[in-house]
């Protein structure tokens, strides 16, 4: 192909550009040799390499991990005259990004991100050829400008401005328009190619996000998708009039699932097993009928262990040698408290790992097994054929374990086989549904155990919460409120003044959620004496806090606020998952660190 400089189309930084070419190519070449970057040997065999393929130099080397795509794009940049951007510095709303098609934003692979009266800007990740530039100035009918951008840039925002999965459905939508045409059912052998590569785009996507949830939701007009991430729900954009074959997509989950696609009036449930890359996930569906058609759930579930060490959950350096300790005791009962969605099974995990050693045996009984650990029994229960958690305890005594998990403690009876284990020289770890660790206790009172007996084997709770971390790459700095900042200096005087906080921004690397991950809130409530002596006396659950707060309890307000000073999360988020407990207002503060 012949090198091109054209004068009529011009980049962000004005002037002439160069297109994608050979020449272009081989110029890049060069300057890496001379650079240092490659040798002349290679860069020979990597041309040739390239002739043969006909694949760019420049796709060759990323592939091969020879440069990085930083390094490729400053250099091009420098040599094309195409200014090379991070998407974060732009804003484009939607009204600017309809100018360009879905189509031709697919075909091309470019972004709008600017425009003015006379002109265009338009994200690309690779440097464009004049016929694909041409294409688009007849297209657009405005001069085009462009700036380069990293790949996985340009992927998120395509998908966050036009859609998952555009290029899948794309001709289905298109004559998806006649009411038969969309109550066509699928078959195994008369699926559309389109949808199940949509349905596998939106299952890859979600486990890219780190997705625990897949929601689609139909609606008379339009068909919702939303993936909950970081534990909050967030829309994910579907290209325009995927609501036509909303019918096609849920008969290709239940294809992949091995359920009857032919029913639509009752609740199905069912399990998809998918591989993506070297990691196995089981996709657990359960599909409901709604009024403008059914609606699906997919709970996203790696097979391979993938809980966190200890030190990764988010504990303090004050809260790690409590935990430690705790882990080291020979029996006894330590509970995990809170919420749904809290995280409490990753501290199950964590806590096991760590104790996990070649003189220990250790036993689980879990619904379900979300992670798969080497060297522990894990058991499944069963509750349709009466496998439940108090007669797998049961059965699990008479293996003489030196640690049991238990999933979670629902009922009487299994709360009565967790205390005599614990009683027994057992080290017994499980969960229960408490807002804060005080509460713990009351809720074990509440089952049918006698106070005396939780006093004996109780011996730690951790009530935690999930929190979003702040995405680095677009925070901004913001001032909380009086009265919030008061609050913090109640518990920390010495960090409120020399702090910055933080507010959530949004950009491509965080989804444009201004959050990238969670870490935990801890609130360790460690039993001693006095606090077993209430116990006996049954006092109330905010008495025994207020006792154990004296005594030092880091509650989840306070270390959220910790979290906030280290510049971790956002108060927002602290407010969200921690409410203010007015005990530890009564008077001075105590138990505060710095």
């Known amino acids: 192909m012949a090198e091109h400089t054209v004068h009529g189309l011009e980049s962000e930084t004005e002037g002439p550009i160069r297109y994608a070419s050979d020449g272009l190519m081989a110029e890049l070449g060069r300057v890496l040799a001379e650079e240092g970057i490659i040798s002349s040997q290679a860069l020979s065999d990597y041309l040739s390499r390239s002739s043969l393929t006909g694949e760019p130099l420049d796709r ?52 709008p991100v600017a425009a003015d009266a006379t002109s265009m800007t338009l994200a690309v990740g690779q440097v464009p050829t004049r016929e694909t530039a041409d294409s688009l100035r007849l297209l ?22 036009y859609g998952l999965g555009a290029e899948a459905l794309d001709g289905m939508i298109r004559t998806a328009v006649a009411p038969e045409v969309q109550e066509t059912d699928l078959s195994e052998d008369g699926t559309d190619p389109g949808v199940l590569r949509f349905v596998n ?46 019918k096609a997509i849920v008969s290709a989950i239940k294809i992949l699932a091995q359920l009857n696609i032919a029913e639509r009036r009752k609740p199905h449930d069912g399990r998809i097993k998918v591989r993506l890359g070297e990691e196995e996930f089981d996709l657990r569906v359960s599909i409901l009928p709604t009024r403008f058609g059914e609606t699906v ?12 060490d200890l030190e990764h959950l ?8 409590i935990v430690e ?41 879990e619904d379900p097994i979300e992670y798969q650990m080497e060297g522990i029994s894990q058991i499944q229960t069963h509750p349709e054929i009466g496998l439940t958690f108090s007669t797998i305890l049961r059965s699990i005594l008479r293996h003489n374990p030196d640690i049991i998990l238990v999933g979670e403690i629902r009922d009487r009876e299994t709360a009565q086989i967790a205390v005599q284990a614990a009683l027994t020289g057992h080290l017994v770890f499980s969960t229960l549904h408490t807002n804060d660790a005080p509460s713990a206790i009351v809720r074990l009172v509440d089952m049918g155990i006698e ?12 009530a935690q919460r999930l929190v979003r971390r702040l995405c680095v790459a677009c925070r901004t700095e913001q001032i909380p409120s009086s009265e919030i900042l008061e609050e913090i200096r109640g518990y920390y005087p010495d960090r409120v003044d020399k702090a910055k906080f933080y507010r959530a921004g949004g950009c491509p690397v965080c989804n444009f959620t201004g959050y990238k991950g969670r870490v935990a809130l801890f609130e360790i409530m460690v039993m001693d004496d006095e606090l077993r002596a209430m116990v006996v006396r049954q006092e109330s659950s905010a008495q025994i806090r207020k006792r154990a707060i004296e005594n030092g309890l880091i509650t989840l ?12 999360t956002t108060v927002e988020e602290v407010i969200r998952v921690a409410r203010r407990v007015e005990a530890a207002f009564s008077g001075p503060v105590l138990g505060a660190r710095k």
């Not at 951008?149 to 395509?158: G, K, P, Q, T, Y």
């Not at 988010?314 to 040698?321: T, V, W």
């Open 60 to 111: 060759l080397l990323l592939k091969e991990r020879v440069v990085t795509e930083e390094e490729i794009l400053q250099r091009l940049a420098v040599l094309t005259g195409i200014s090379f951007r991070s998407l974060s510095e732009y804003r484009p709303d939607s009204a600017l990004v309809n100018r360009v098609p879905a189509r031709a934003a697919l075909k091309y692979r470019v972004l």
């Open 140 to 161: 657009l009918g405005v001069p085009i400008r462009f700036i380069l951008c990293s790949e996985a840039e340009l992927v998120r925002s395509i998908k966050h401005f």
């Open 201 to 246: 785009q939106l299952i890859a996507e979600a486990i890219r996000m780190e997705a625990t949830d897949v929601h689609i939701e139909p609606f008379e007009n339009k068909l919702r998708v939303r993936y909950r991430v970081d534990g909050v729900l967030q829309n994910i954009p579907v290209p325009q009039g995927v609501e036509k074959v909303q």
């Open 297 to 308: 759930d997919l709970r996203i579930l790696n097979r391979k262990s993938m809980f966190i």
């Open 314 to 321: 988010g504990l303090k350096p004050s809260q790690m040698p």
């Open 325 to 365: 300790s705790l882990a080291a005791l020979p029996h006894g009962i330590i509970l995990i408290t809170g919420p749904t969605g809290s995280g409490k099974t990753t501290t199950l995990y964590a806590l096991l790992s760590r104790l996990n050693k070649e003189g220990v045996k250790i036993i689980t009984a």
């Open 451 to 462: 106070p005396y007996l939780v006093s004996s084997c109780l011996e730690g709770v951790l």
């Open 557 to 568: 307000r306070q270390d959220g606020w910790s979290s906030v000073l280290d510049g971790v």
